[in-house]
């Protein structure tokens, strides 16, 4: 899914995504309306760093850091930004979030 709204530490808002193959604007796209999510009591949260290296943050960072990603609002964090928004997420038999991964494969540059 691709983040369409900042997200907070309850709430995500995203679009279903579909892979478009081929250069220059190949990768996860948008394919549906936007969707509101709640995190499940317990859920979990993983960025990505500059070595694609997965290693989890609590839901207060994870939002901050869409935050500053999409809005550039948020203090600068020393996570790196990627194209789309682009994340993975595990949902509970209530639709609930219970993992929440972001996708780093083409890295996007932000600068306050």
Known sequence: ?????????????AKD?????????????????????????GATAKLSDLNNMLHAVPLA???????????????????????RGTHEIVLDGSGRITNIVEVGLVKQVVTP
């Open 1 to 13: 899914m691709n983040l369409s709204k900042a997200a907070t530490a309850t709430t995500v808002h």
């Open 17 to 41: 995504t579909t892979y478009l193959c081929g250069k220059p604007t190949g990768g996860w796209i948008d394919a549906g309306e936007e969707k509101t999510y709640t995190f499940a009591p």
């Open 61 to 83: 960072q994870f939002a901050a850091h869409t935050d500053f990603c999409l809005n550039h609002t948020s203090a600068p964090d020393t996570e790196p930004c990627y194209d």
